[in-house]
């Protein structure tokens, strides 16, 4: 999967992070969609590293599945930096 669909799916991946945790990510949804594109990128990087495959499809459940666990781990550590603990 090329690096222009990566950013696709982590606009989408930033959407599910910002639904999935809602007050952690601060920043509003700018943030979110641009910390979910980082995610999504993150997550293809270490899905090659893990299963060695640079051919993830868009529409594979596998590819979704690191995008969204790249994105939650940077808006985590993103949340970190920056001290954003509201619940809100």
Do not use: E, H
Not at 15 to 23: L, R
Not at 70 to 83: H, K, N, R
């Amino acid at each position: 999967m090329g690096l222009l669909a990566w950013i696709v799916l982590g606009l989408i991946v930033g959407a599910i992070v910002k639904a999935i945790m809602p007050g952690r990510v601060g920043g509003g949804w700018v943030t979110s969609l641009i910390l979910g594109v980082v995610g999504a990128l993150v997550g293809g990087w270490i899905g090659s590293l893990l299963f060695n495959r640079g051919d993830l499809a868009f529409f594979d459940l596998g590819t979704w599945l690191l995008a969204i666990v790249g994105g939650l781990l940077v808006a985590g550590i993103y949340g970190a930096i920056t001290g954003r603990n509201r619940t809100t």
